[in-house]
Antibody, heavy 122, light 108 residues
Framework: QITLKESGPTLVKPTQTLTLTCTFS??????????VGWIRQPPGKALEWLALIYWNDDKRYSPSLKSRLTITKDTSKNQVVLTMTNMDPVDTATYYC??????????????WGQGTMVTVSS | SYVLTQPPSVSVAPGQTARITCGGNNIGSKSVHWYQQKPGQAPVLVVYDDSDRPSGIPERFSGSNSGNTATLTISRVEAGDEADYYCQVWDSSSDSYVFGTGTKVTVL
């Protein structure tokens, strides 16, 4: 059974850097085709894809946020970390991590974490 | 960047059929995935690759994709289907994943 769980601060100040951790179980990020992505959702708004890292350490970023994002993985700890710099109140959102398997279901996030709410305020 | 447009809301009576559209330039050439999100919960994949269902998703959920429009169809709608629905594709030109604007389905 695949599970993912997001963790990190619930409140950050403007201009600070946000660091979120996705801890997962039930799969390995060293398995060919597997990836973990980050998606966020501001209150009452739509989902927005942020970043994704694949089993081979290949990384993809949202073009509009690329300059602010870094995604890394620690295969031994079953964790994926997302950092977002220069946080602004408009970045207030629920942040989700999600599993993707490009072998079985290409291009779709089939299992999601519960999400973690991050508020940006001074 | 690639844009996916959905109607903000769809209303349907119980037992009837709900159709949710997702418009995008030549979306028929892409694989479309659909997610259901109930209030306070994480999204759940209900249709992938235009028309396939993950295990555990009722047959009432089906999808199609052609030209500039993809459609999620919910047959024999139940009260429990009330949720927000999002379409999603991978856009090769920008090498990025794109979500639609979302549609709120209300069961009357």
């Amino acid at each position: 059974q695949i599970t993912l769980k997001e963790s990190g601060p619930t409140l950050v100040k403007p201009t600070q850097t946000l660091t979120l951790t996705c801890t997962f179980s039930g799969f390995s990020l060293s398995t060919s085709g597997v990836g973990v992505g980050w998606i966020r959702q501001p209150p009452g708004k739509a989902l927005e894809w942020l970043a994704l890292i694949y089993w081979n350490d290949d990384k993809r970023y949202s073009p509009s946020l690329k300059s602010r994002l870094t995604i890394t993985k620690d295969t031994s700890k079953n964790q994926v970390v997302l950092t977002m710099t220069n946080m602004d109140p408009v970045d207030t959102a629920t942040y989700y991590c999600a599993h993707i398997d490009t072998v079985t279901i290409i291009g779709a996030f089939d299992i999601w974490g519960q999400g973690t709410m991050v508020t940006v305020s001074s | 960047s690639y844009v996916l447009t959905q109607p903000p809301s769809v209303s349907v009576a119980p037992g009837q059929t709900a159709r949710i559209t997702c418009g995008g330039n030549n979306i028929g050439s892409k694989s479309v995935h659909w997610y259901q999100q109930k209030p306070g919960q994480a999204p759940v994949l209900v249709v992938y690759d235009d028309s396939d269902r993950p295990s555990g998703i009722p047959e009432r959920f089906s999808g199609s994709n052609s030209g500039n429009t993809a459609t999620l169809t919910i047959s024999r709608v139940e009260a429990g289907d009330e949720a927000d629905y999002y379409c999603q594709v991978w856009d090769s030109s920008s090498d990025s994943y794109v979500f639609g604007t979302g549609t709120k389905v209300t069961v009357l």
